[in-house]
């Protein structure tokens, strides 16, 4: 038997970037992961990203993994939010946010999947506090004193606190009886990349339409593409499975009907990745020995790009607590991280399910209604200081 602090099971972006913190706060951690870690690298180009806040930049910061992200990350410095029908011109009414006039830096950076992996992955072999057993099956048992996680084929593991990084299915939050709500939308999102013909200059755009919302992220240069961007495409689950099958001319021609003209032409790039949203309330984030972080905790609507940067914030909120905890695993310890973290989480799960539900529809009242709202910000010049505030939080926080 082997003993450490912490098992962290789940090596994602959020587990990783965890065993990676505490580990450079000196922290002994185990971090088990049921796939292996190389082929989670993908070195080629594959489309995906994510919009990282200010907030998720300085815990990879402190985590050692942003200056060594081995492609650039791309500044959103404006975003434009828009409202209207498919094939018609959008509403004149939208609203422009820019992160100068709020007197910062940028709302956030687009940070390629594949960027985070290398890096992290870089990170957990660097340092020698973290003890990595990926592949690897672990089966956990937890007491009132600790924690023992055994490894199929390798050691058994004796540790103080165990943390579910799994993802949504989380194994150990389902051992631990942890009763979990699904609230299905009905939509499927489709991620991908698409090269543009001009430059975006670091601007984002968020285009409401009754199926769903339609995001453009800025993303840096890559290879065979100079202008880039990300997409973020929510569409009704049927009409999602039907523009997956498409090729690659006619996905680009529906890409096209989304951006209206903005960008001028598009052109699909790299693979596309489709996902069944639905949100996810965990009643518990904590049982004896063991805590709950990032999607094994909270599943939100991408509407607002936000689903991994509350799992960073968990791990911030975590990693705090347990800075010079004598016993990481206590009752009272883990009393407090529910008490930091649920509210902050089911905040944004509010939002962003409100934000879907005002505009995936086409209803007459509420699309006047939401028209005249975006009129009025866009006139009203502290209304709007505000709007960029919240915009800023929900980016930075
Ligand atoms: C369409 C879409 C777009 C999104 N865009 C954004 C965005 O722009 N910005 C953003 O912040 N978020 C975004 N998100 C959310 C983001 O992808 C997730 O929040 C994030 O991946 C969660 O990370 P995680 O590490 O908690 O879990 P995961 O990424 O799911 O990782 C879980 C890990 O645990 C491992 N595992 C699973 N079961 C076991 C087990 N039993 N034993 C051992 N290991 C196990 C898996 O192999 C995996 O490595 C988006 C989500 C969707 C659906």
């Known amino acids: 038997m082997i003993s450490t602090d912490i098992c962290i099971v789940g090596a994602g972006p959020v587990g990783a970037t965890l065993a990676c913190l505490l580990a450079g706060q000196g922290r002994e951690v185990a971090l088990i992961d049921r796939a292996p870690l190389p082929p989670m690298e993908h070195p080629d180009f594959d489309g995906r990203a994510y919009a990282i806040a200010a907030g998720s930049r300085r815990v990879l910061d402190q985590a050692g993994v942003w200056d060594t992200l081995p492609f650039p990350a791309g500044p959103i410095h404006a975003i434009r939010v828009s409202d209207g029908r498919l094939g018609r011109p959008a509403s004149p009414l939208f609203l422009h946010f820019d992160a100068e006039e709020a007197g910062s830096g940028p709302f956030g950076w687009m940070v390629e999947a594949r960027s985070l992996r290398m890096a992290l992955n870089a990170r957990l072999h660097a340092l020698p506090g973290v003890r990595l057993f990926a592949p690897a099956e672990a089966a956990v048992e937890r007491g009132a004193d600790g924690a023992v996680v055994r490894i199929a084929g390798g050691p058994a593991i004796a540790c103080r606190l165990v943390v579910a990084a799994e993802g949504r299915g989380s194994a150990l939050r389902r051992q631990a009886g942890i009763p979990v709500t699904h609230l299905p939308y009905g939509q499927t999102g489709m991620v991908g990349a698409m090269a543009h013909e001009h430059p975006h200059q670091g601007g984002a755009l968020e285009h409401f339409l009754p199926a769903g919302p339609f995001a453009q992220l800025p993303m840096a240069p890559t290879e065979g593409a100079s202008n880039l961007s990300a997409f973020v495409w929510t569409e009704r689950t049927a009409m999602a499975e039907r523009i997956m099958a498409l090729d690659d001319a006619d996905f680009g021609r529906e890409l096209s009907r989304r951006m209206n003209g903005h960008l001028g032409a598009v052109?699909?790039?790299?693979?596309?990745?489709?996902?069944?949203?639905?949100?996810m309330i965990v009643h518990r984030y904590t049982d004896t020995r063991l805590a709950l972080i990032g999607d094994a905790a909270h599943g939100i609507h991408p509407i607002a790009g936000q689903g991994l940067n509350l799992g960073f914030r968990d791990v911030a909120g975590l990693a705090s607590l347990l800075a010079g905890a004598e016993d990481p695993g206590s009752p009272e310890l883990l009393r407090r991280y529910q008490a930091a973290r649920r509210p902050?989480?089911?905040?944004?799960?509010?939002?962003?399910?409100?934000?879907?539900?005002l505009f995936s529809n086409d209803r007459r009242l509420v699309r006047l209604a939401r028209d005249v709202g975006i009129a009025a910000v866009?006139?009203?010049?502290?209304?709007?200081?505000?709007?960029?505030?919240?915009?800023?939080?929900?980016?930075?926080?």
């Open 267 to 279: 052109r699909p790039l790299g693979r596309r990745w489709s996902y069944p949203l639905s949100a």
């Open 344 to 357: 902050d989480n089911l905040l944004m799960l509010a939002a962003t399910d409100a934000l879907d539900r």
């Open 378 to 397: 866009h006139r009203l010049p502290p209304l709007k200081r505000l709007f960029m505030r919240q915009a800023m939080g929900a980016l930075t926080g």
